[in-house]
């Protein structure tokens, strides 16, 4: 009798979980996958990973009952997208499908504020280097600026001589101990060679750093010279 009575507990408890997971009462905040929701819930809205239906379906993470994160989102009329959103517009790097003439029609790229802006840009690509240890690229918003530090033995590289650079846009710029260009074009590619102590401070050497930056944006390159 108290196995029978366990396991009645048990199915109720199992059965309550079932109900808080299919919520009818978590709003999703875009008409057309609004009439059934089943997922996670937070104040009434769905938030979370979840899957909501109506004239449309969408299924993915929701924020404050809109589609926000990675999700798949299909129309009524076949199309699908899959990808990156924002506060329930495609927003990020995705992929649109649709049929055209009975075949599939693919748009991979970038999205932002429910509109197509763009392929997805490639990552900073390295055309040359020499007597560079070590670098790295930082994208640091929005805008049309790109910065270069030097360094040697962990600190600003000052002690340069014949120091050049050449790039395929913009003006030259200062700030600080850094160099670079404003007011610049992506594609952007530049070049830069001077000579430098080695670490050990005996003697010096030629080195030279060749890049090109394909995203737009504010980026700061750092530079390590061994």
Not at 113 to 128: A, L, M, R, S, T
Not at 135 to 150: E, H, M, P
Not at 153 to 175: H, K
Request: net charge positive; glycine share 12%.
């Amino acid at each position: 009798m108290k196995s029978l009575n366990l396991f009645l507990l048990l199915l109720f408890f199992s059965s309550l979980g079932t109900v808080g997971y299919s919520q009818q009462d978590c709003k999703v905040l875009i008409p057309a996958i609004a009439d059934n929701y089943v997922g996670k819930c937070k104040k009434g809205l769905a938030h979370g990973k979840g899957k909501a239906f109506g004239i449309d379906k969408y299924e993915g993470m929701f924020r404050k009952g809109l589609p926000n994160g990675k999700g798949t989102y299909t129309w009524s009329t076949g199309e699908r997208y899959e990808g990156q959103w924002l506060a329930g517009q495609r927003d990020g790097a995705g992929v649109y499908i649709a049929r055209v003439d009975d075949k599939d029609s693919v748009t991979a790229g970038v999205w932002k504020n429910g509109d197509y802006v763009g392929p997805i840009p490639k990552n900073p690509q390295v055309i040359g280097s020499v007597s560079v240890e070590k670098f790295r690229f930082s994208r640091r918003g929005d805008g049309t600026k790109v910065l270069i530090d030097i360094y040697l033995n962990g600190t600003t590289n000052a002690d340069l001589e014949n120091f050049s650079m050449v790039a395929s846009s913009g003006g030259e710029m200062r700030l600080g101990r850094s160099v670079g260009y404003e007011n610049v074009s992506f594609p952007f590619v530049c070049k830069v060679s001077y000579q430098t102590w080695n670490k050990f401070h005996t003697n010096r050497h030629y080195a030279k750093f060749e890049f090109e930056i394909s995203e737009p944006g504010n980026w700061l390159v750092v530079i390590h010279n061994n």
